[in-house]
């Protein structure tokens, strides 16, 4: 299963340090698309580290009493990140766009393109902003209608290997995986990681990578072989390698045409984006008693895959007379609905209010960050200044390689929205709130360094 004709510009050289140097994808085009030489091919560890995703949620209360209100409403969120080497993500990132091709067939042709959303190459010009767009404006279009929304508990780790191996092959239509491909979906089954600390003494910066050569690397893991941690469970695959998100679409296939089908039966829309998933039936096309046992059998197919829905993320909602009430409560409060990154109150469809306080808190983080690196390395002025910029202008720049690139951000991913919402009366634009929003910013830059912004009521 081969690319006939490779994008090589998809192919980015990366810059992260690892057990390898970084190396240009047309160096090593011939080796990747070999299939003999991936059958011995000798993969990596992954390396592992924590990212702190902590979020603004209303309903959090942190207990530190030292802690300012805003503070207090900060919830602790972590998130598992495994990256590969260079010539093992070039790997991952073909056997992806391979098996994403194979998948897009078989996707066409029982009826489930346009459910699974994310991690498609045929989806490219496309992103949440469209997705959720269509979402909208089908509950829109309805006079009323049930909304089931959920989130998949730990989707990733969740995988059984056993049964990824078998949707892999039948989208590949072959019987039982070729070598190369047992071997790269091994190489993810069975992973092997390190965390980034036990190896951050041994960083070569002149190499730019982990120890200085392989036979290096070789010696430090007969040494220690106690910090190399083997996936030794039959489920779980990493999150963040090239491929890990198109087997994740392709081990659902099963559940994402039987759902289709159900839903369908009732003139309704079904959406899974990675682990969100939303479903949508016009009320008039199906009864309530109908309605609870849909629910059961979606239940029932989710277990049958051996994954599971979080219970505190599972909601359903009506939609009538332009306003969403739970189901399950006989009183009729109006709730909202949150769905990739956007709101819906049954009426308007507004930016997230936590993106926008996100936004608030890594423009006075970058501000932090270039106001110790002034008082440390002692200047005149404040460093990272086309990082600050990012958090002021519609269309930042960044100097790279003597030219200026421009950049996105928040402020222009708005206004990008505000486009795709252009012929709709359901988008709220919020202007009013992302001028405050700015000239607040723009005054906290200004005070720390008078001559990085013009005056914020230019």
Known sequence: MKIDCIDESKYITKKYPHFDKKISFYKVKSYVTNPSRIEEHSFFPLIHYTKNLSKYSKNYIDKDSSKDIHQRHIKPKKRDIMYASHIDGYIYKYYGECLNNQYNLYAAAHGIDSCALAYRNNKASECNIQFARDVFEFIHSQEACYIRVSDFEKFFDRLDHTYLSKMVARVLKCNSLPKDWYKVIKSV?????????????????????????????????????????LNTNSFGIPQGTAISGILANTYMIDV???????????????????DDTIIIIPKEKITKSEWDDLEYS?????????????????????????????????????????????????????????????????????????????????????????????????????????????????????????????????????????????????????????????????
């Open 189 to 229: 089954t069975r992973y092997t990681y390190i965390e980034k600390e036990a190896i951050a003494p041994f960083y070569d910066k002149r190499n730019e990578r982990y120890f200085n050569n392989i036979k290096q690397f070789r010696i430090f893991r007969k040494q220690h072989p106690d910090v190399f941690h």
């Open 298 to 458: 979606i239940n029932e197919i989710i277990k049958s895959a051996k994954v599971s829905e979080q219970k505190e993320k599972t909601h359903t909602f009506i939609y009538q007379n332009n306003e969403l009430y739970d189901i399950n409560t006989t009183e009729k409060i109006s709730r909202i609905l949150d769905y990739l990154g956007f709101t819906f109150d049954g009426q308007q469809v507004r930016v997230r209010q936590k993106g926008i306080y996100k936004f608030e808190r890594k423009a006075n983080e970058a501000l932090k960050a270039s106001i110790r690196a002034q008082q440390h390395k002692n200047l005149s002025y404040l460093p990272y200044q086309s990082m600050l910029l990012r958090y002021c202008l519609d269309k930042p720049y960044k100097k790279k390689n003597g030219k200026y690139k421009r950049q996105t951000n928040f402020i222009s991913y708005i206004r990008r929205v505000a486009q795709d919402y252009e012929n709709s009366d359901l988008f709220c634009y919020p202007e009013q709130q992302m001028h405050h929003l700015r000239k607040k910013i723009k005054h906290r830059y200004r005070n720390a360094n008078k001559n990085i912004l013009p005056n914020p009521n230019d």
């Open 256 to 274: 994402d045409q039987t759902i289709c089908e159900l839903v369908n039966h009732y003139d309704g829309l079904y959406r899974r984006y990675s």
